[in-house]
């Protein structure tokens, strides 16, 4: 962004004999303008053109320079001035400057009331010759489409758009309908309503997704700003069906997953693989959480059974049926003994009478 530069008054900090002709010093008057110019558009990024030298005195005495001059800004705060110096001679001159550029700045499109929502076609880019403190001039944020602003007064076309004019807004979900403590609550039973961000609370502020699985902690009043207090999200966890006898098998007939409103243990279980080819270390009661912590793995076959015993061997796959020698569990290693040889075998159990040798 361009800086606006004003003009001070030249100031003569040092005289030199008056010998020179009018056609010399306007000579070296231009020659100083000139270098002036140039040298702070190399600084302010701008062409010689947008420099602006203040009008010397008549009566200055600009002396002949075989270098050229030496220019700096006297004033590290000001870019206003500039400090021109000869380095052959005691001479030094404090020179008012402008820099005219224009900046690029926004303006609104059409007329616009007070708190309605901005759109990105409300706003277009134009430029002025003066930049103002609080003139917006980068709507990159706020034209991204994660973000909404609303006018905190109304505008016209061709306003320039100031910072102070915007206002962030969210959308917070109102209720549409009475609520009772328990009932589960869906989109459907609100509606977004947007407001500035900050006149809403942390907790007004959520995805509507949430409602997808949630249930009221309390009564609700139709019309009223939902909160993330007022309502617990569902999660899935593992519930028994029926009540379960300690070493009693867990499975899809026994199990299902449920919502669950409140905190869950660390140890759920989730999913229905979870507790596959596991049984119950105690009595569970109907409708409880499933935690693995009651669980272990159950009996797949027991001493004497009949296991078939997949041996592979080069890519190829050989199956045997042979005889538990002791009880096998999940991938437990077991004994099996083979009837026809005799020999005795060790290997994983996979799953109900199988496993794999090793």
Known sequence: MGKIIFVTIGLLIGFTPALQSSADQADNKGVLIDQIQHWVAGREQVTADAVEVRALDRRLVVPNCNQPYTIDYPFQSSRQTVRVTCPQQPWKLFIGIEIHQSHAVWVYTRDIEANATLQKADLELTSVPNFEKGLLADASALLKD?????????????DLVREHHLLETVNVFRIKRDILKGETISATDVSPSPVALVATHPHQRFPLRLLGRAKALRDLVSDS?????????????????KALSRGEKLNDSNTRIEDYFGELPSDV??????????????????????????????????????????????????????IALEDGRIDQQVKLLNPESQKTVAAIVTGPGSARGL
């Open 269 to 322: 279980a989730v999913a229905h693989r979870d507790v596959e080819h596991m049984q119950a270390t105690r009595n569970i009661k109907a409708g409880q959480l499933i935690r693995l912590s009651d669980l272990r793995p159950g009996t797949l076959f027991n001493q004497g059974d009949s296991v078939l015993l997949t041996i592979l061997r080069d890519n190829l796959s050989v199956t045997v049926e042979m």
């Open 146 to 158: 994660n973000r909404n602003f609303s006018l905190s007064t109304a505008v016209s076309a061709g």
């Open 225 to 241: 700003i939902l909160s993330r207090r007022d309502f617990s999200v569902g999660r899935p966890a593992l519930v028994s069906l």
